[in-house]
């Protein structure tokens, strides 16, 4: 462990008023711990003092109303697998769930830490863009709720204020929807993704309406991608078709070169699975 | 017999209740912690070291190289090694500084406020740079020999007439491996004591307790017994243990002695993986001539690896790599050219396979692409020109003992329903985004050490009986997961006619056990295993000709025996030294001659799956044949092969080492990417039996075997399966978009 354990403080506060007044004061949170602790043990994590929000009964839970399903922060992706509502209306979230580390992580990791870690290669952030999520963020200044498309303003940045917390996040109910999810990691558990691609779609008489895509893992935050949902809708999947979403695929997405894959290959593995779910999706 | 049933190991009891002590279990009064300060260019010189004022240094122990009280050099083959760099900066994680202090958590922040000032000069970071000598690192003698550890040169028969004949094809193909980490389950670690009276003492992780023993001689400047080394419970080595222990115990032991005080250093797996030896890079070019019939008339091959910045094992891992680079065929004609070569990477050194799976590779591709080329069956290929008893390898060793290649490939291909598979394939690929292959390897792996190694070594082992008629095993050959202790036990409980649960293994402890060789190159149950065998026997003997036993008189007589001697005597011991047998010559010079007393034989087929949209690659189902001689526990033979293969599919198509600057860039598990259970496929494990008489109940080495096999079956299936020719691992979808792309 490189860090000196002495450095740091970690606050367990009574009620998320507490917690709020807390992060006013500059404490900072920690939910699962799963990207903190890993901070921690390279001595990457700045020192200073953390309020945990472990045992905050009022981040929990999932609930589902006429218009919306609402989940707490805290709501670990072991919740989310389990899921009924959740696997019906929108398996892109489960199936996300599924992909992320392995079992250990799922029961640990939330999905508020997962937002607001802001990775670009996070593997919820392209089903909860698709699915339309909105976050709801809270501080002692008061409530607000926003879009989650724009949540993410450049690299780790975000509409997070100093002293703010997530508190939920609501995604809309949806009927009557195919969906796509997939995530290409650098082995088949405990990965990080080179690519991961979420869309949904209507579809009649193989023709698409209401197509969202969105990938993570291409770009300095996850990302719709609205040329390539423009150029596959209400026509005819052909092969001009995916000739030109290919090419509006690389008008959406700027990928780099990094350890773990290159510019290249992410952006063919995108051209490539955006071509694969739009025939799926004609298909079904 | 206990030999060849799955009796439980020895010491697994403890090791699944968490009661088995690793070096960071164990806690001394007053015990400092250690961590190393590190170059951070690849090359230079050392200008001046600056402590910055923020630290209270007088709380800590600090040591750099003018603390040495001996020799600076960790002595193995050569002595070029620094324990800590003095002036000179030959690599970016060489060790510069050693400090320790009380509290380990404080120790960070210390290790990052020393700076080293570096003059940095232009480093060598590939084979390419070291051969070309665009700078001299290594050597500097205005001879050839620059940037060189080593050269082999191997001829058997004429090649250049081989290559002349009117009646063959010539092919030729440069192949290239990437560097491994070894990433055992416990990183290095090690406590070391000092005191005037006792001299130094370490306990930690390892593989061989007489190499560190060595290494620590002359940098102390003491005399052989006041230098004692244990080995603690060692979770996996895989030769990441082999030679770098001895530069940690080393580091702990000049800590502890400048502080008075007990001082445990502990690598966390970055600094274990950035700073400790990996797999040696190789590129390896192929010739060959072949008939139209498929005869393999002659092969010539030109074999680097890379040794990063000093010499430590890689002459040794060159020899193990030439002597296999020709495989298991019988060509008449071989040239194998080969070199180790100097860059200003960390040093590379043992890995499991040790040279082997870097020119197997090469050699394994090559004929599957000669094959493809001259539209030969590979399989009729291989069997065509596998040696046969009485043939002879490329040292032209004759191969004494009955093999059978051919049939354990045979097996292998049936296992895997290699046939019906590859035609089913072929017929569906055309149509389908996921394209499958089906392909194999043939190979050997020669057991013990390579030439005069045996002999050199000339190990000894010991048993010794007490009173209650226990009988303990004394060598130096440690358990580092692999079953040295449940194989010895069994070994002497089938020798003596004892109950398994009578016979115990002593911790290696310098001061207790005789020198029974390093713990390495697949010769601890075949080669020492044999000599625990002959000791026991020994020792039996001395009860019989005290005229108080008799063979298989059973548990109780021998322990009256035992009870007897000792009584009288005071202890009952008995040694036995390694003597080369008769028969087996080796001419280092020529590097011609009788490589290793015995080889291992073995046949892998992979099936893969490569997904043309994401160009993911997929072991989906793996059959390893082998002969092995003699089974002598199948769970933990069953294991070894197993890990091999894993370890090996790794090697092919996962784990990548990311250089910058001589540096590993990706020296953490989320992005050094070591395939885990999801991605491993079935694996059966197919054992053949042919007795042999070096080791005891006929048992041949195993251990690194498994690690030669995958690469080329998976390349080869991968090639088969989109009729490419992939040259390089490890293969990554990157690499693999590139090829088809193209
Ligand atoms: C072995 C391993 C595998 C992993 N695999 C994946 C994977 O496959 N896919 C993937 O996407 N991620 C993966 N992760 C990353 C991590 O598990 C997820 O990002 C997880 O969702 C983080 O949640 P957490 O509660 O543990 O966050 P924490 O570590 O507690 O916090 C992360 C960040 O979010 C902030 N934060 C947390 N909660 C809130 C809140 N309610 N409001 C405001 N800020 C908050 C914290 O201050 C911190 O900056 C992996 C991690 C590990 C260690």
Known sequence: ?284 | MIVGTKIPRKEGLQKVTGAARYVDDIVFPDMLHGVTVRSTAPRGKIKAIHFAPSIRWNEFTVITAKDIPGKNYVALITYDQPFLADTVINHPEEPVVLLAHHDKHVLEEARRAVTIEVEALPPVLTIEESLAKTQIVWGQDNSPHENIFKEYTVVKGDVAAAFARQDVSLFEAEYATGAQEQLYIENNGMIATYSAQDGVTVWGSMQCPYYVHKGLLPLFALGDDKVRVIQTETGGGFGGKEEYPTLLAGHAALLAMKAGKPVKMIYDRQEDMAATTKRHPSKTRVKSAVTKDGDLVGLDIDFVIDGGAYNTLSPVVLSRGTIHSAGPYHTPNVRVHSRAVATNSPPHGAFRGFGAPQSIFALERHLDEVARKMALDPVALRKRNFIRQGETTATSQTIREPVDLAAVLDKALAAADYDAKKKRFLAMNPSSVVKRGIGFATFMHGAGFTGSGEKTLASVVGVEALANGHVRVLAASTEIGQGTNTVFAQIVSDTLALPYDMIDVAQPDTRDVPNSGPTVASRTCMVVGKLVQSAAIGLEQTLVNAGDYKHGAGADAFAAACAKYIAKHGSLKCYSQYQQPANVEWDDKKYQGDAYATYAWAAYVAEVSVDMATYEIRCDDFVAAQEIGRVVHPVLAEGQIEGGVAQGIGYAIYEKVVWKEGRMANGQMTNYIMPTSADAPPIRVLFDEQPSPHGPFGAKGIGELPMDGPAPAILNAIAMALDVSPRAIPFLPEDLMALVKK
């Open chain 1, 1 to 284: 462990m490189r860090a000196n354990v002495s450095k740091y403080e970690l606050v367990t506060p009574a009620s998320l008023a507490d917690a709020l007044k807390l992060c006013a004061g500059g404490h900072k949170p920690f939910a699962g711990g799963t990207d903190l602790m890993v901070l921690f043990e390279s001595g990457k994590l700045p020192p200073g003092r953390y309020v945990s929000l472990w045992g905050l009964s009022e981040l929990r839970g999932i609930t589902a109303d006429d218009a919306h399903i609402t989940l707490g922060a805290l709501t670990t992706y072991s919740d989310v697998r389990v899921n009924a509502v959740i696997a019906k209306e929108h398996p892109n979230l489960c199936a996300a769930a599924k992909e992320t580390g392995a079992l250990a992580i799922q029961n640990r990791g939330t999905l508020g830490g997962n937002i607001a870690n802001a990775s670009p290669a996070a593997d919820s952030p392209p089903a909860l863009l698709v699915a339309g999520a909105e976050i709801e963020l809270r501080s002692l200044a008061g409530t607000r709720w926003v879009a989650y498309d724009g949540f993410h303003t450049g690299y780790k940045q975000t509409l997070m204020q100093a002293g703010e917390l997530i508190t939920r996040v609501r995604i809309p109910r949806a009927s009557d929807r195919v969906s796509y999810y997939r995530k290409v990691g650098t082995r088949k558990a405990q990965a990080i993704s080179k690519v991961c691609v979420a869309a949904s779609a209507k579809v009649k008489a193989g023709v698409l309406s209401d197509l969202r895509i969105a990938l993570g893992s291409v770009g300095p935050v996850p990302l719709r991608c609205k040329h390539t949902e423009a150029v596959l809708v209400t026509r005819v999947i052909d092969a001009q078709a995916i000739k030109e979403a290919r090419d509006a695929v690389q008008k959406d997405i700027a990928p780099i070169d990094d350890i773990r894959s290159t510019r290249e290959y992410r952006l063919t593995v995108a051209q490539n699975l955006v071509a694969e779910l739009a025939l799926r999706f004609v298909a079904s």
